[in-house]
């Protein structure tokens, strides 16, 4: 307790805390003045010790002006930590000020902000950029000692974290503020490190106790496909009922809706359950949020919302419905529960079908190693540079090489060529080659010094209506009337394509209630209760996560050590014996491909294992392939899983179909046809601010954005095919939409290790991918029977046996060999 002043010490003895070693260690970084990552389990006390510091500093030297930054992804736990932090402040009777600021914050408040700071203030990297692009941010920023980024391992990686790390090299060079991160789940130590700060210190915390995490498959038959998991909703329930509060995860806002109707039908005894996902209007969100604070509920359907931000001390455990598709992932939505560092976190994982088996046993054998994935982050994009470019012309004149050399200090840019930054700055400057003549991209220009300006006030304001990096589709209100409602009752948003699909009288769930859609007037969707036709159920782009490298690797490693297989569900165990007996089973090296005749076609199955969006992009390549080779492709389907391809000429040279050469003309013959860029340019234009959404007076449609990018990228691939816009758009669809990483490294791991099993039926390991062909274009009774059907004849197919098979795979020794393998 000697680091701590008395009086401090005191309130630690009232609280009947102690400090803890890394409590410590950041008081210790303060005083040395270095940045600093702390890693600490959810319950270690890790917000306190980000701020301890700076509560200490400001009691011995209390005064005007910003003292600490605070930075995390969600507005929500800015205003948690802002209540908590009250709490020492007020018990200590501290000088200190702490205030919010986001989007949400009121104009005048935002105004009296700028001229009189408050000592603490938490805001987003949003908010941050915006307070930077003012002329008076070097007076602002001037007394900043500390900046504090929550959820590190949340930003870092993505392009909020890339204009996060450009928003603190611009502040090194204001002030002499120091940088510390904090995160529960760090996967790659150096590179969050760099982030913070290239001297920065590890700070780690003890370990709390070692999770507990089991496996509840679902009641009755394990389904071969599917991903809704619906059929668990009784189980789930009775999960819930034996806990005091409960988070049930689930991966999408489509399968939230859907669970927690399915949970209803069975909830008799009316527990308190609600709904939380990011689409649902943020009042109720609060609402929901609220009554788990207070703890009125005893559980809440959520998506991805409550995977970070606000600890609720009274979540007794977590249950992940559908596979979790990473150990880092899995391991933050643990620490949603038990915040008590010396009690194990509880979480039960019910997967939706027989591969989710496999996923899930692979994830609960991460977690007890603590092997947490995820890509280590890549280099900055270059939209989001050239957005912050004119946000700091918005802030005041500057010399190339000056800004150059700051944002060099970046970690996602640190080895940004300066060519690529001369690109970026001509591009904000006047559009580039391409689109110099026109006056509306003329944003910066120079005078004889070489100072950079900001073109006019216009421009100015256009920025600042327009900063952020996430570009979602564009979203519709949904508004409840009826006769007695008046303007009506606001549930949500949905995105604009959805709506399309409807027709009046169509009804769909959201918000845990059935709707029927009535009309669209301007951006507003009037609805009303009730029941109408087949209810479809919104959709959301975006919304699936593939699976992660690491993951993806211990679910190969499993299926090839059937001494693993011990603890799997029965049904799994003979399915997985069953393929072995019929085929194969996919290894931790090399490649299994299997190809089969069923009707009149010939499928070819490839057991890839690199995740849905490296899946699709193999997909289209391998088809354009196929079709050179004159087997005549008709199609193909990808899950997280495997890959499967159906053609009229049975496959023959797989080592050749999956050459590495396959990423060279191939590839770029795909691009130009494909709308693949052309999306993806989209999001890039907004983000550089090529297309605003938003001006002054007016803002842009879906429509005529979309138009416009589609207009701007023709020119630009055809006047000027070098421009820094398209190569960032390369860039971008390498790393996300196209997954190029993954696709690359699983060719390598194929050369010469392919296995290629030519068979004369449907194997037991290709029936849940075949099931998933015309599984999302099923909307009708007769399509579902139809479906239904087909299911129950590919696993006969499948599973199939002569006398001798199943003796075979029903005696002793087989049996054994689950448990001791031959």
Same mark, same amino acid.
């Given at each position: 307790?000697?680091?701590?002043?008395?009086?401090?010490?005191?309130?630690?003895?009232?609280?009947?805390?102690?400090?803890?070693?890394?409590?410590?260690?950041?008081?210790?970084?303060?005083?040395?003045?270095?940045?600093?990552?702390?890693?600490?389990?959810?319950?270690?006390?890790?917000?306190?010790?980000?701020?301890?510091?700076?509560?200490?500093?400001?009691?011995?030297?209390?005064?005007?002006?910003?003292?600490?930054?605070?930075?995390?992804?969600?507005?929500?736990?800015?205003?948690?930590?802002?209540?908590?932090?009250?709490?020492?402040?007020?018990?200590?009777?501290?000088?200190?000020?702490?205030?919010?600021?986001? &989007?949400?914050?009121?104009?005048?408040?935002?105004?009296?902000?700028?001229?009189?700071?408050?000592?603490?203030?938490?805001?987003?990297?949003?908010?941050?950029?915006?307070?930077?692009?003012?002329?008076?941010?070097?007076?602002?920023? %001037?007394?900043?000692?500390?900046? #504090? #980024?929550?959820?590190? @391992?949340?930003?870092?990686?993505?392009?909020?974290?890339?204009?996060?790390?450009?928003?603190?090299?611009?502040?090194?060079?204001?002030?002499?503020?120091?940088?510390?991160?904090?995160?529960?789940?760090?996967?790659?130590?150096?590179?969050?490190?760099?982030?913070?700060?290239?001297?920065?210190?590890?700070?780690?915390?003890?370990?709390?106790?070692?999770?507990?995490?089991?496996?509840?498959?679902?009641?009755?038959?394990?389904?071969?496909?599917? @991903? =809704?998991?619906?059929?668990?909703?009784?189980?789930?329930?009775?999960?819930?009922?034996?806990?005091?509060?409960?988070?049930?995860?689930?991966?999408?806002?489509?399968?939230?809706?859907?669970?927690?109707?399915?949970?209803?039908?069975?909830?008799?005894?009316?527990?308190?359950?609600?709904?939380?996902? &990011?689409?649902?209007?943020?009042?109720?969100? %609060?609402?929901?949020?609220?009554? =788990?604070?207070?703890?009125?509920?005893?559980?809440?359907?959520?998506?991805?919302?409550?995977?970070?931000?606000?600890?609720?001390?009274?979540?007794?455990?977590?249950?992940?419905? &559908?596979?979790?598709?990473?150990?880092?992932?899995?391991?933050?939505?643990?620490?949603?529960?038990?915040?008590?560092?010396?009690?194990?976190?509880?979480?039960?994982?019910?997967?939706?079908?027989?591969?989710?088996?496999?996923?899930?046993?692979?994830?609960?054998?991460?977690?007890?190693?603590?092997?947490?994935?995820?890509?280590?982050?890549?280099?900055?994009?270059?939209?989001?540079?050239?957005?912050?470019?004119?946000?700091?012309?918005?802030?005041?004149?500057?010399?190339?090489?000056?800004?150059?050399?700051?944002?060099?200090?970046?970690?996602?840019?640190?080895?940004?060529?300066?060519?690529?930054?001369?690109?970026?700055?001509?591009? *904000?400057?006047? &559009?580039?080659?391409?689109?110099?003549?026109?006056?509306?991209?003329?944003?910066?220009?120079?005078?004889?010094? +070489?100072?950079?300006?900001?073109?006019?006030?216009?421009?100015?304001?256009?920025?600042?209506?327009? !900063?952020?990096?996430?570009?979602?589709?564009?979203?519709?209100?949904?508004?409840?009337?009826?006769?007695?409602?008046? $303007?009506?009752?606001?549930?949500?948003?949905?995105?604009?394509?959805?709506?399309?699909?409807?027709?009046?009288?169509?009804?769909?769930? $959201?918000?845990?209630?059935?709707?029927?859609?009535?009309?669209?007037?301007?951006?507003?969707?009037?609805?009303?209760? +009730?029941?109408?036709?087949?209810?479809?159920?919104?959709?959301?782009?975006?919304?699936?996560?593939?699976?992660?490298?690491?993951?993806?690797?211990?679910?190969?490693?499993?299926?090839?050590?059937?001494?693993?297989?011990?603890?799997?569900?029965?049904?799994?165990?003979?399915?997985?014996?069953?393929?072995?007996?019929?085929?194969?089973?996919?290894?931790?090296?090399?490649?299994?491909?299997?190809?089969?005749?069923?009707?009149?076609?010939?499928?070819?199955?490839?057991?890839?294992?690199?995740?849905?969006?490296?899946?699709?992009?193999?997909? =289209?390549?391998?088809?354009?392939?196929?079709?050179?080779?004159?087997?005549?492709?008709?199609?193909?389907?990808?899950?997280?899983?495997?890959?499967?391809?159906?053609?009229?000429?049975?496959?023959?040279?797989?080592?050749?179909?999956?050459?590495?050469?396959?990423?060279?003309?191939?590839?770029?013959?795909?691009?130009?046809?494909?709308?693949?860029? %052309?999306?993806?340019?989209?999001?890039?234009?907004?983000?550089?601010?090529?297309?605003?959404? @938003?001006?002054?007076?007016?803002?842009?449609?879906?429509?005529?954005?979309?138009?416009?990018?589609?207009?701007?990228?023709?020119?630009?691939?055809?006047?000027?095919?070098? @421009?820094?816009?398209?190569?960032?758009?390369?860039?971008?669809?390498?790393?996300?939409?196209?997954?190029?990483?993954? !696709?690359?490294?699983?060719?390598?791991?194929?050369?010469?290790?392919?296995?290629?099993?030519?068979?004369?039926?449907?194997?037991?390991?290709?029936?849940? *991918?075949?099931?998933?062909?015309?599984?999302?274009?099923?909307?009708?009774?007769?399509?579902?029977?139809?479906?239904?059907?087909?299911?129950?004849?590919?696993?006969?197919?499948?599973?199939?046996?002569?006398?001798?098979?199943?003796?075979? !795979?029903?005696?002793?020794?087989?049996?054994? =060999?689950?448990?001791?393998?031959?």
């Amino acid at each position: 307790m000697a680091a701590l002043p008395a009086h401090f010490a005191a309130w630690f003895a009232k609280k009947g805390w102690v400090l803890r070693s890394h409590q410590h260690e950041m008081l210790e970084a303060a005083a040395d003045g270095v940045d600093a990552l702390l890693i600490a389990p959810t319950g270690a006390g890790k917000t306190l010790a980000g701020f301890l510091p700076s509560l200490v500093d400001l009691s011995a030297r209390p005064g005007p002006g910003l003292h600490t930054l605070y930075v995390s992804p969600l507005k929500a736990l800015g205003t948690d930590i802002a209540r908590n932090l009250q709490a020492p402040v007020d018990d200590l009777a501290l000088p200190v000020t702490i205030e919010t600021r986001s &989007g949400d914050t009121p104009a005048n408040r935002r105004a009296r902000q700028r001229e009189m700071p408050p000592n603490i203030l938490l805001t987003t990297p949003e908010s941050l950029h915006l307070l930077l692009t003012d002329e008076n941010s070097a007076v602002f920023f %001037r007394t900043l000692a500390c900046v #504090v #980024v929550d959820e590190v @391992h949340a930003l870092a990686g993505t392009k909020r974290g890339d204009q996060l790390a450009l928003c603190l090299s611009r502040i090194r060079t204001l002030s002499p503020a120091r940088v510390v991160g904090l995160s529960a789940t760090v996967a790659h130590r150096q590179a969050m490190l760099d982030y913070i700060g290239s001297a920065a210190r590890l700070v780690e915390a003890a370990p709390g106790a070692a999770p507990e995490v089991r496996l509840l498959p679902p009641p009755g038959t394990i389904p071969w496909s599917g @991903h =809704m998991g619906l059929q668990a909703a009784g189980a789930v329930l009775a999960c819930i009922r034996q806990a005091g509060m409960t988070i049930v995860f689930v991966n999408t806002r489509a399968q939230a809706e859907l669970l927690f109707q399915e949970i209803w039908k069975h909830n008799e005894e009316n527990l308190p359950i609600a709904l939380h996902h &990011g689409s649902l209007d943020v009042a109720q969100r %609060r609402k929901v949020e609220a009554a =788990m604070e207070a703890g009125r509920l005893r559980a809440v359907i959520a998506t991805s919302s409550l995977d970070l931000g606000i600890d609720w001390g009274g979540v007794d455990q977590v249950v992940q419905v &559908g596979a979790p598709k990473g150990v880092s992932r899995l391991l933050q939505r643990l620490g949603r529960a038990n915040h008590r560092l010396d009690e194990p976190s509880r979480a039960v994982l019910v997967p939706a079908n027989r591969f989710e088996v496999l996923e899930c046993e692979a994830a609960m054998a991460g977690v007890a190693a603590q092997a947490l994935d995820g890509d280590p982050p890549g280099p900055g994009g270059l939209d989001v540079l050239a957005q912050h470019i004119l946000g700091m012309a918005c802030a005041g004149k500057f010399l190339p090489d000056d800004l150059f050399a700051e944002i060099i200090t970046a970690a996602p840019y640190a080895q940004l060529s300066r060519s690529d930054f001369d690109d970026v700055l001509r591009f *904000v400057e006047n &559009g580039g080659y391409a689109l110099a003549a026109y006056e509306r991209y003329r944003k910066l220009f120079r005078d004889a010094e +070489g100072y950079v300006y900001v073109a006019t006030e216009r421009v100015v304001r256009q920025h600042r209506m327009n !900063i952020g990096t996430i570009v979602e589709a564009p979203m519709l209100k949904i508004r409840l009337v009826g006769k007695k409602r008046g $303007f009506g009752v606001p549930l949500g948003e949905v995105e604009e394509y959805f709506v399309n699909l409807l027709t009046p009288g169509d009804s769909f769930m $959201f918000a845990g209630r059935l709707l029927i859609f009535l009309r669209l007037r301007d951006t507003v969707i009037e609805v009303a209760e +009730g029941r109408g036709k087949e209810p479809k159920v919104p959709a959301y782009e975006g919304a699936r996560m593939p699976l992660t490298t690491n993951l993806a690797a211990r679910v190969r490693a499993m299926l090839h050590n059937a001494g693993a297989w011990g603890g799997f569900p029965p049904d799994v165990q003979e399915w997985l014996m069953l393929q072995r007996r019929r085929s194969r089973l996919p290894g931790p090296d090399g490649l299994l491909v299997e190809s089969f005749p069923r009707g009149r076609r010939w499928y070819m199955v490839v057991y890839a294992f690199e995740g849905r969006n490296a899946h699709q992009t193999l997909g =289209m390549l391998l088809t354009r392939r196929m079709e050179r080779f004159g087997l005549h492709p008709l199609g193909f389907v990808a899950t997280d899983y495997v890959l499967a391809t159906w053609s009229l000429e049975r496959p023959y040279d797989i080592d050749r179909l999956l050459e590495e050469d396959l990423l060279g003309d191939d590839l770029e013959a795909w691009l130009e046809t494909s709308s693949m860029l %052309r999306r993806s340019f989209r999001q890039v234009a907004v983000i550089a601010g090529l297309i605003p959404r @938003h001006q002054p007076g007016a803002d842009k449609n879906r429509r005529q954005v979309t138009v416009n990018s589609d207009l701007i990228y023709d020119v630009l691939r055809k006047h000027q095919p070098d @421009h820094i816009l398209l190569r960032a758009t390369r860039s971008d669809a390498a790393r996300g939409l196209i997954d190029l990483g993954r !696709i690359a490294a699983l060719l390598r791991r194929a050369r010469g290790r392919i296995t290629h099993m030519v068979l004369s039926r449907v194997s037991p390991l290709a029936v849940p *991918v075949l099931l998933e062909i015309g599984r999302e274009q099923v909307q009708h009774s007769a399509a579902e029977e139809f479906l239904l059907a087909e299911t129950e004849a590919l696993v006969a197919e499948a599973t199939l046996e002569s006398p001798t098979e199943r003796k075979f !795979i029903r005696s002793p020794r087989v049996r054994n =060999m689950l448990v001791d393998p031959p």
